[in-house]
């Protein structure tokens, strides 16, 4: 499967408690293999239990993209890259973190810019289920309406228990302004670094997010 990868931005984990797990609502089980450029990536406390926190993408031989807020006030040493692997906590290839690069004009408060680069100690051996992901152009724009996909691990309610193996959720992408206008009214700004999506019905979504990830 050629996946274009749109990094998924998610309001509600940065207003709960931070490292929480992240999550897919109403979609189902898939493999590594339709997603082989995502990654788990592993967060501790104690340097020494790391569990799947939030999700990324795999751009080059050496360098995950993710979510600043997700990394932001971290030391690289607390964060581990999991590649190849259907599962959360377990299997394929696992890659420390030597280095972070948040974006210089991120902002916690409004969510702009929240992107970032971490780069691996070790660099990955690309195969069926490791694979660089496809890069937009530019001047590529999402049309209203068109289908995108959300994938990550996590749990599948709120409040419920988190899936091991990763899940995939299809949504549309909705128009700019509409989005816009949608969030104005609860004070949140949205900014052309952003890009909007969900399900016209309701029943998917990203629900905390799957933040960080494709």
């Known amino acids: 499967m050629r996946v274009l990868a749109l990094l998924a931005l998610c309001f509600a984990a940065v207003a709960a408690v931070p490292k929480n797990p992240q999550r897919i609502v109403g979609g189902s089980v898939t493999t590594i293999g339709q997603y082989p450029s995502i990654v788990s990536l592993l967060f501790s ?28 006030g971290d030391p ?41 680069i971490l780069r ?6 690309f195969n069926n289920n490791v694979q660089s992901v496809s890069i ?26 988190s899936s091991e193996q990763l899940r995939h ?3 549309v992408a909705i128009n700019q302004n509409t989005c816009r206008n949608a969030y104005a009214i609860r004070g949140i700004a949205i900014t052309d670094n952003m890009l909007c999506s969900g399900w016209p019905n309701g029943g998917r979504d990203q629900c905390q997010g799957d933040c960080g990830g494709p």
């Open 169 to 171: 959720v299809q949504m």
């Open 120 to 125: 691996s100690a070790t660099t990955f051996s």
């Open 136 to 161: 937009a152009g530019s001047n590529y724009n999402v049309g209203d309406n068109q289908a995108v996909w959300a994938a990550g691990w996590g749990t599948t309610a709120s409040g419920g228990s």
């Open 76 to 116: 690289a040493n607390r964060w581990r890259i999991r590649t190849g692997s259907t599962w959360a906590n377990s299997g394929g290839v696992v890659h420390n973190v030597n280095q972070i690069i948040n974006h210089p004009q991120y902002n916690g408060n409004t969510l702009n810019n929240d992107i970032c």
């Open 45 to 72: 406390w104690n340097l020494s239990t790391f569990w799947q926190t939030c999700g990324g993408t795999i751009i080059n031989n050496r360098s995950i993209l993710s979510a600043a807020h997700c990394t932001i």
